[in-house]
């Protein structure tokens, strides 16, 4: 944006404004946009899932509103607005009041650094991953905020339901994307990005691969495994169902959000779709490399970006949308693979989430980041760092040789967890029946 | 997999391949799966009750499901279109039986005797409280009432759920298009019975209110065939009275006493001469309107003998039966003319009874046929029809009584 905003500015028009106004406008131009964006965003995805989620369930989904129902989630709003806005009496009114601003801000705040297309970075962090997390686990103070403040016993427990998932679910999604950061040795979320061209393979890992946009992580097995990992951890920080606990509403009526109405209880929902819809985002981005796609790269090659100041407007536009139009493709589709788990499984126990996230996925990915070092090992390392027998081999067979080697390891690593896992919930089951038994007999006696 | 059974298929879901179980994990992939076949198989419509894929909506207002022909919301009423008239007899049955009571109705009654009809004068249903349940449909033995598809109801108006006869009606075409095979199992059996009810119903009873024109043609036709009756009746009466094979019940023999003996008065009286028209058909209507006729007369004359000068009538008569009313008051009048004018033939002081009979031949006027033809045609119910032959046959059988002595 800086460069868009500079060029005509300064280069059309001849102003000579200084630099720090030209980056204000462009911040501010973004941020407007982005904010702009963002409830579009939630708008579409609950159409979105609505449509999907119906015909899973053999039926339609909403199709009066418009073309197509397109309109509904509007009618939503509307009468999201118009709703009462209720604070009970027994409630902190300030904190109350608070919470839904809390939950909201760090939702917006992410999309600060997610890459749209190619050069189309709101802010290129050189932590921007780290950022991204930070950040989002903020609004878990939010959801305590609104449990405590509601005084509503469903309030508190949907609220610490919602803390405790949120703080175990966040250790193995921040440790299946160390895997990657380890193979690519960077935080920056562009530059994570970037390390994705080439075609199946990394053009990083094999130099003089084609460049097709499709050297995603995905491709290798520690990105995998570490997406498969994200991806659940990401369900449930999405409070997505089977992790729905929080919120679960046959339980606890609607968790921490029971005593809000209106537009609050509105921003609650807005802030967890888009909060969705940037969990999948941030996963298009790190395993399935976010813009990258056939074609992004040829033509940005040739539009006006800081390492080629001579380049062709138009072809930032094409590359812009068509890398706007690859991470949305991808965004949607994860999206929708969230719905088609809802639509799949039920809703888990707190106790099965709490032994999933620690006793299963976090050793899972523990043995995923040493998958990872060796990749890098076999990779990138050399005599320097003590590795010698990889010395005279081909870049190719290195790559092979790593690619079997991980696999193995993964594949090993997840059935002897898994088996283990399940042994583990069987024994456990058995126990809590025997428990059971022996409270009932006392009692009876 | 899916077992065959004899109404469809049963869907049992199976856990994989043991060996795919030893891959942990894979079990949920089985079950994203059968949802994922759900998603793909939503582009396309529900086949049937055998298929678990595929869209079951119907978009209602627009899309209308075929119901089942057994589908049954509410009752209604069925009139054959062809007769106009209404199947229902009236036989309570389905009041009887309705659990919560929701079926109100009347029997209608004929006008002229009072006597009850098999056809229903009023028919309520109180639909906001009908759980249609079928049973009225079910127990009726006319096929007269049946459970309606229309399950539209919804209305701000609380009233309009008490329907009568008018809103229930519905054409057997209407029954017939919505359950066909339901109709023609019944149909034979309904239609028959409704033929025999109609030759029972009197005037334009049980026929149904709305078909107006169906009601005016059958009115015509009525009328039509009162005014022949009458038109005959003037000669052919006197036939008919004595014609009468069966046995009389004692009014009627008291009738036909007084008859005669008002004939034998009017001899006395003084000879008078009726036009002679030759006698065509004896309708059983005639030879009805002939028993009355006399009853009546019977009646007048008592009247007529217990106050010569003027006595009210109107509270000797029955009271329902305005017809009867006007024939007595018709009667006394003449019984009062006859007084009047026989003042010097003693005669009449010698008849066991002060006779209103005399009138006719005092009258001595040629045409009672033709006046009865006139008050016949004009009034528009068979009421008055019939009153008219009563009158046109009264005055007949006296003259001819008196007349025929002395013709012969
Ligand atoms: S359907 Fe049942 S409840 Fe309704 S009127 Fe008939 S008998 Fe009564
Ligand atoms: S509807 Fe049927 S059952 Fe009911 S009174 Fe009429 S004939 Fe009888």
């Known amino acids: 944006m800086y460069d868009i905003v500079n060029s005509l500015i300064n280069v059309a028009f001849g102003w000579g404004w200084p630099g720090w106004v030209i980056a204000l406008i462009s911040h501010l131009a973004v941020t407007t946009l982005l904010f702009v964006i963002a409830p579009f965003q939630m708008l579409f995805l609950t159409y979105y899932e609505r449509r999907a989620i119906a015909r899973m369930q053999d039926r339609i989904g909403p199709n009066r509103v ?14 999201m607005f118009t709703k009462e806005d209720i604070v009970p009496t027994a409630a902190d009114k300030w904190v109350h009041f608070l919470a839904p601003c809390v939950v909201v801000a760090p939702t917006m705040l992410m999309f600060a650094v997610l890459p749209w297309g190619p050069g189309m970075v709101p802010a290129d962090l050189n932590v921007g991953l780290l950022f991204f997390f930070a950040i989002s686990s903020i609004s878990a103070v939010g959801l305590m905020m609104a449990g405590l403040a509601s005084s509503n016993k469903f309030a508190l427990l949907g609220a610490m339901r919602a803390v405790a998932q949120m703080v175990s679910y966040e250790i193995p999604a921040v440790l299946s994307l160390l895997a990657v950061v380890m193979l690519t040795g960077t935080l920056s979320v562009v530059q994570l990005i970037e390390a994705q061209a080439g075609l199946f393979i990394s053009s990083a890992d094999v130099p003089g691969i084609p460049d097709l946009g499709l050297g995603w992580f995905i491709f290798t097995p520690v990105g995998f495994l570490a997406f498969i990992v994200f991806f659940i951890a990401a369900l449930a920080e999405g409070e997505r169902t089977p992790f729905d606990i929080p919120e679960a509403d046959s339980e606890i009526v609607a968790g921490y959000m029971t005593e809000y109405s209106g537009m609050k209880f509105g921003l609650f929902y807005l802030a967890q779709y888009v909060l969705n819809f940037l969990l999948c985002a941030i996963a298009a981005v790190i395993f399935f490399g976010g813009w990258q796609g056939p074609g992004v790269g040829w033509l940005y090659d040739r539009a006006i970006s800081p390492a080629n100041p001579d380049g062709n407007w138009v072809f930032n536009v094409l590359a812009g949308f068509l890398g706007v139009f690859y991470l949305l493709a991808k965004t949607y589709a994860f999206f929708f693979v969230m719905v088609w788990v809802r639509g799949a499984f039920p809703r888990l126990r707190v106790d099965q989430l709490m032994d999933f996230g620690w006793k299963f996925l976090i050793p899972l990915t523990l043995v995923n980041i040493v998958s990872a070092a060796i990749w890098v090992a076999l990779l990138r390392w050399g005599p320097e760092q003590g590795i010698t027998f ?30 283990i896992f399940a042994a583990a ?21 | 997999m899916t077992v065959k059974i004899e109404r469809g298929q049963i869907v049992t879901v199976e856990r994989g391949q043991r060996a795919a179980r030893r891959i942990p994990g894979l079990g949920l992939l089985d079950g994203m799966a059968v949802v994922w076949k759900h998603w793909a198989g939503s582009f396309r419509k529900n086949q049937g009750f055998n298929d678990i894929h595929g869209v079951f909506t119907f978009e209602y207002p627009e899309e209308r499901p075929k119901l089942p022909e057994a589908y049954r919301n509410m009752p209604i ?29 009347t029997q209608a009654k004929d006008p002229a005797t009072g006597k009850p009809v098999p056809a229903v004068a009023e028919f309520v249903i109180e639909y906001d409280a009908c759980m249609s349940c079928g049973f009225c449909a079910e127990v009726c033995p006319f096929d007269a009432i049946k459970m309606d598809h229309e399950f539209e109801l919804s209305t701000s108006d609380h009233q309009k759920l008490t329907v009568f006869k008018e809103q229930l009606n519905r054409p057997i075409s209407y029954y017939e298009r919505i359950a066909p095979t339901m109709w023609a199992e019944v149909r034979e059996g309904a239609m028959k019975k409704l033929q025999g009810n109609i030759k029972r119903r009197p005037d334009v009873i049980g026929m149904a209110p709305n078909l107006a024109e169906k009601i005016a043609a059958r009115r015509r036709e009525l009328e039509a065939a009162a005014a022949a009756a009458a038109a005959a009746a003037a000669p052919e009466a006197p036939a008919a009275a004595p014609a009468e094979g069966r046995k009389l019940t004692p009014e009627e023999k008291a009738a036909k006493l007084a008859a005669i003996k008002a004939a034998n008065a009017a001899k006395k009286g003084g000879g008078a001469t009726a036009p002679d028209t030759p006698a065509t058909e004896a309708a059983p209507a005639d030879e009805k309107a002939a028993r009355l006729a006399a009853i009546r007369a019977r009646n007048a004359a008592k009247q007529a003998g217990e106050a010569p000068a003027a006595a009210p009538a109107p509270e000797a008569a029955p009271a329902d039966e305005k017809a009867a009313r006007l024939a007595a008051i018709r009667a006394k009048n003449a019984a009062k003319k006859a007084a009047e004018g026989a003042d010097g ?8 009874a002060p006779e209103p009979a005399p009138a006719p031949p005092a009258d001595g006027r040629p045409a009672p046929s033709g006046e009865a033809a006139g008050t016949g045609a004009a009034p528009a119910d068979e009421k008055a029809a019939r009153l008219a032959a009563i009158r046109a046959k009264n005055a007949a059988k006296k003259a001819a009584e008196g007349h025929d002595p002395e013709g012969s």
């Open chain 1, 66 to 79: 418009g073309p197509a129902g397109l309109f509904q989630p509007i009618a939503d709003g509307v009468k």
């Open chain 1, 390 to 419: 990889t010395q005279n081999w081909a870049p190719i067979l290195r790559w092979g040789v790593a690619f079997v080697v991980t696999l193995a390891v993964n594949v090993a690593a997840y059935i002897a967890l898994a088996r």
């Open chain 1, 425 to 445: 919930q069987a024994e456990q089951g058995r126990i809590d029946l025997d428990e059971y038994r022996d409270t009932l007999t006392a009692t009876l006696r």
């Open chain 2, 77 to 105: 009423l069925l009139y054959d279109e062809e007769t106009g008239h209404e199947l229902c007899t009236s036989c309570f049955q389905c009041e009887r039986i309705c659990p919560p009571q929701v079926i109100h109705m």
């Open chain 2, 345 to 352: 033939a003693p005669e009449a002081t010698n008849v066991s």
